[in-house]
């Protein structure tokens, strides 16, 4: 018993032994992209031998990762590279033509948010009717119906036809009814992107909380920020292949690169320091994410310095680092507040605890 809650108290610990959740093996998926598009029985019988002819576009190539249980896992890559795709696959929503997938309990897809959703009936028929699609029983869907429209901030448009719904309202509707699933596996595919800046945040307290409760989440994304503030790891799309796997400072570089180049070589950097994370505080020291026209905000780094910088400037400003630890090179100084009516000298205001 006591072992149990020493690994529930470190997360590392507990990852490192745990079982995979989600384990794919040399996964391979490609579409058919025909030469000719048949729209009417005449077009057919006039070309028809046309349709014989297609490109074929390989979405996925022999993609081998595990996942391990309580793993907040992220996927990033570019446009194109095959990210949405490996998560239908996992879903089951497409077929693969090679290769294994293992998922080990119960699995919960936040991809296509609200399917099934019929336009001509109300908010609340759309929840019960949704939530008992996403295996909830009739009872459980009414007894989690409050909980899902205050969640999504709907109290006063209830009755209203989902027609009359703005897409945002829609795909609000639809996130607040996926959460209330009790799945082992969870499947986010660019979900933070909807609702304002309020639902967004409820959004990330939600994620945060299914990361205290362990669940395994694999999470598409083109927010880096998102991908340090949550993942434990994460892996590297490129063309349907895998071109990176490890830890989300990592990761994200990767990605970096891919989109805009080895930016150290392009500009002459010498490594010596870097920013590691970044976000915005109020005055008071408290970490927000969203704030009104004209707030005062402080922007905070988190930096890592090498011990061998050349840059004098750079080496006056490690010299100011916090000794908290005798760990090896790079250090790490942070957070670095910076207020933001300075941020046009980019001068920091120095380092703090």
Known sequence: ?????????????????????????????????????????????????????????????????????GEFFGIVGRNGSGKSTLLKCLAGIYSVDSGDIDVRGRLSPFI????????ELTARDNVIINAIMLGLTRREAR???????????????????????????SVRLGFSVAVQMDADVVLVDEVL????????RKCFEEFDRMKAESRTILFVTHDMGSVERFCDRGLVLERGEIVDVGPPDHITRTYSELNYG?????????GAARISMAWCESPAGERIVSSQQGEELVAAFEVE?????????????????PATSSSPPPRRCGPIRQDASRRASGSPSGCVS
Do not use: C, W
């Open 193 to 200: 992107a909807v609702g304002d800046a309020a639902f967004q």
């Open 143 to 169: 007894e989690r119906f409050d909980a899902i429209i205050e969640f999504a901030g709907l109290e006063e448009f209830v009755d209203l036809k989902l027609k009359n719904y703005s897409s945002g309202m």
């Open 1 to 69: 018993m006591a072992s149990t809650a020493l690994d529930t108290a470190d997360p590392a610990r507990r990852l490192s032994s745990a079982a995979p959740a989600v384990s794919v093996r040399g996964l391979s998926k490609s579409f058919r992209l025909p030469h000719q598009q048949y729209n009417t029985l005449k077009e057919r019988a006039l070309h028809p031998f046309a349709a014989r002819t297609y490109d074929e576009l390989h979405a996925l190539r022999g993609v081998d990762f595990d996942v391990k249980s």
């Open 305 to 321: 310095f090498e011990d061998d910088v050349d840059d004098p400037g750079l080496r006056a400003f490690s010299a100011t680092t």
């Open 112 to 119: 296509e948010l609200g399917v099934g959703f019929n336009p």
């Open 262 to 270: 080895d930016l150290g070589d392009d500009r002459g950097a010498t």
